[in-house]
């Protein structure tokens, strides 16, 4: 109770209308920004002073070995040593063609090159509505899967034939990373709503398929491809190893990617069936127009999610012989010259797929932005 | 006494009330059609359903003819929303028969679409496609079901938003509107697929008093142009204004049946009576 407040507040009644004033000095812009989440209060500012000075401290610490006293031409280990005391990046330089495309035959590398270059071409109208002519492009990201087939196996077209036991590298990471990806989305998609139909053998189906593929370690199935696989073909019949891996990982990834979009799927309220029903639309209608669209948005960090899980597990290739960065990586530091800087190297490899895996995350962050049509 | 701007709903039933006491007829009623068109469109036969082991709805008798608006109360969980769900089946029933349009109502998926087609559904949720824009989820079924061009589409649906005097939030998204607008909207993508029966499940349920009247003043705009209503309220004035039978279920049957006039001033069974002297009550 404040009686005197009470006392001068009651009646009063705005007489005129009064303008629009700017905000008091401190609470908007640069320095409002930094006040209200650098320094709020005592506790944020002392924060704030406490992670500047042990930025400083990481920062100034790890530059001297990083970049200062780093060696960037040498010829071995033992020449990067006489020259400074840090980082021998040398070791990157003289393998970076390994890294990129593995034992790829040196005359024809364009061929790759060529191929990741279109890649950005192929998903850029996929990803970005605002792609110019998009509707055209879309053709070309269709008919990309074959174009690369064709490019990087050859024998076809005047192109020297390419075993794929010689892609290795970034190359075959990006290979077995975004196959898996995109074939496992429509992939799951179709698992998730097998899942959830009327239809029994159709979902029993589907329950078996997820439960076995999310049942099981990847590095077992990927033993079975490399291995297991023979027993059941007919005998003498040739089935590529890299393809072989490519399905394995494209199953165990659709069958996470199916239980992640069941979850958006049974998010959506039953009267969005209920009206999408009564307008008159089919099944199909109703999944693809109505209840997809929104359960895919509301998914897409678990969608995220899986598909950086799986760009990593694709090193897991290594233990059936295939040469992904890890693997160039091994046999670089079995190179007598470059014995022991494996610091070096498997920074090198976690960068790469830091980068990868970070574009991932924020483009799906844009993407949630993008698609939020709620409060916006 | 409440100021009457605040509270239009309790001042309809006000009305409703003192008419049912003093049989006066309300001049701003529009003109009922009687029964209009003396064809039938919805033909309801010895039709029961069950949740389960629960008996939802018992023996349901009812034919439905062109033109005709049909108000249905009851208490809750009387089955009247599983009845009018029936119709269009998003609930299916087990024994007896619905006819609707000449077809009737069976696993037929082909029979199915085309009843859908022709009887538009307003639910008490809106359920519009928060993804869609008003435009887009007023197209959709033009688009796909009707295999409408777009441009046609869109100026159908802008006719039919500017009938619910929305137009001007044809791009925007469902939540950026009231609860009103969503129901407008909701009414106009439903026209849109221009039926010849509508089905409202307790349309203003979910409203606050204002905007309950700007759906209400859209249905009876809509009732004036001779559409075949089916509405499931607990709105007795717009029963008394709009409705040519008002319909009175209760558990799983529908017990009493009757124009507007009758069945407010006179009702027959003692379990119409408890119901009406409770919601007109207060």
Redo the contacts between chains.
């Keep these: 109770m404040a009686p005197q407040r009470s006392q001068s507040a009651r009646g009063y009644v705005a007489k005129v209308s009064l303008p629009a004033l700017p905000p008091p000095i401190g609470t908007s812009g640069l320095i409002g920004w930094l006040r209200q989440n650098l320094f709020y209060n005592l506790t944020n500012s002392l924060m704030t002073i406490f992670t500047v000075v042990l930025l400083w401290l990481l920062v100034s610490s790890a530059s001297g070995w990083f970049v200062i006293d780093a060696v960037m031409q040498a010829g071995s280990k033992q020449e990067c040593l006489k020259i400074d005391s840090g980082a021998c990046w040398a070791v990157i330089g003289k393998r970076i063609e390994q890294f990129m495309f593995g034992f790829y035959p040196e005359a024809e590398r364009w061929r790759p090159l060529v191929c990741f270059l279109l890649l950005f071409v192929a998903i850029g109208p996929l990803l970005l509505p605002s792609f110019p002519a998009r509707r055209q492009m879309l053709w070309f990201s269709a008919i990309y899967p074959v174009l690369t087939g064709v490019l990087l196996l050859g024998g076809a077209f005047g192109l020297p034939p390419v075993k794929t036991a010689l892609f290795g590298g970034f190359m075959l990471t990006l290979i077995v990373g975004v196959t898996g990806i995109a074939a496992s989305l429509p992939l799951g998609i179709l698992l998730a709503l097998g899942r959830q139909s009327k239809l029994l053998a159709v979902r029993t189906l589907s329950v078996m398929f997820i439960e076995f593929m999310r049942g099981v370690p990847l590095i077992t199935l990927l033993f079975v491809a490399s291995t297991m696989l023979n027993y059941f073909l007919p005998p003498g019949t040739h089935f590529d190893l890299l393809l072989r891996v490519l399905i394995m990982v494209t199953f165990f990834s659709a069958a996470y990617i199916a239980e992640v979009i069941r979850g958006g799927l049974q998010a959506i309220?039953a009267?969005?069936y209920?009206?999408?029903?009564?307008?008159?639309?089919?099944y199909w209608?109703t999944t693809r127009?109505?209840t997809l669209?929104?359960a895919l948005?509301i998914s897409i960090p678990g969608i995220v999610n899986t598909f950086i899980g799986l760009y990593k597990d694709t090193t897991l290739v290594i233990v059936i012989g295939l040469l992904d960065p890890l693997g160039i990586g091994r046999a670089a530091l079995a190179d007598a010259n470059w014995n022991g800087l494996s610091n070096e190297i498997y920074l090198f490899v976690a960068l790469f797929f830091f980068v990868s895996c970070f574009a991932m995350s924020r483009y799906s962050l844009w993407l949630e932005k993008r698609?939020a049509?709620?409060?916006? | 006494m409440t100021p009457p701007s605040a509270s239009k709903r309790t001042a309809r039933k006000t009305a409703a009330r003192s008419k049912a006491k003093n049989g006066v007829k309300e001049k701003t009623a529009p003109k009922r059609s009687g029964k209009a068109g003396n064809m039938s469109v919805i033909k309801i036969g010895q039709m029961n359903k069950w949740y389960g082991d629960f008996h939802v709805l018992r023996d349901i008798n009812l034919e439905v003819y062109e033109g005709e608006r049909i108000v249905i109360c009851g208490p809750s969980g009387s089955g009247k929303s599983t009845l009018i769900r029936c119709i269009n089946r998003l609930e299916v029933h087990h024994k007896g028969c619905i006819i609707v349009n000449n077809t009737e109502l069976t696993s037929d998926l082909k029979n199915l679409e085309t009843i859908r087609k022709n009887v538009g559904m307003v639910f008490q949720s809106f359920n519009l496609f928060p993804h869609l824009t008003v435009l887009e989820n007023c197209t959709l079924g033009p688009i796909w079901v009707h295999k409408m061009p777009q441009a046609e589409a869109e100026a159908l649906a802008m006719e039919y938003l500017e009938r619910v005097r929305i137009p001007e939030q044809a791009g925007k998204y469902p939540g950026q509107l009231s609860g009103g607008q969503q129901q407008r909207v909701a009414i106009a993508r439903s026209l849109c697929m221009k039926p010849n029966i509508m089905l409202f499940d307790e349309p203003t349920s979910a409203l606050d008093p204002e905007m309950i009247k700007e759906v209400l003043d859209t249905m009876i705009e809509l009732a004036e142009t001779g559409m075949t209503m089916l509405v499931v309220t607990h709105e007795m004035g717009f029963a008394n204004k709009v409705a040519d039978r008002v319909i009175f279920m209760d558990e799983g049957q529908i017990v009493e049946q009757n124009e507007p006039e009758a069945f407010f001033n006179n009702p027959q069974s003692d379990r119409t009576k408890s119901f009406l002297s409770q919601i007109l009550g207060h």
């Design positions: 309220p009267g969005q209920e009206a999408a029903q009564s307008i008159g639309l089919n209608q127009l109505v669209p929104q948005k698609l049509t709620e409060h916006r």
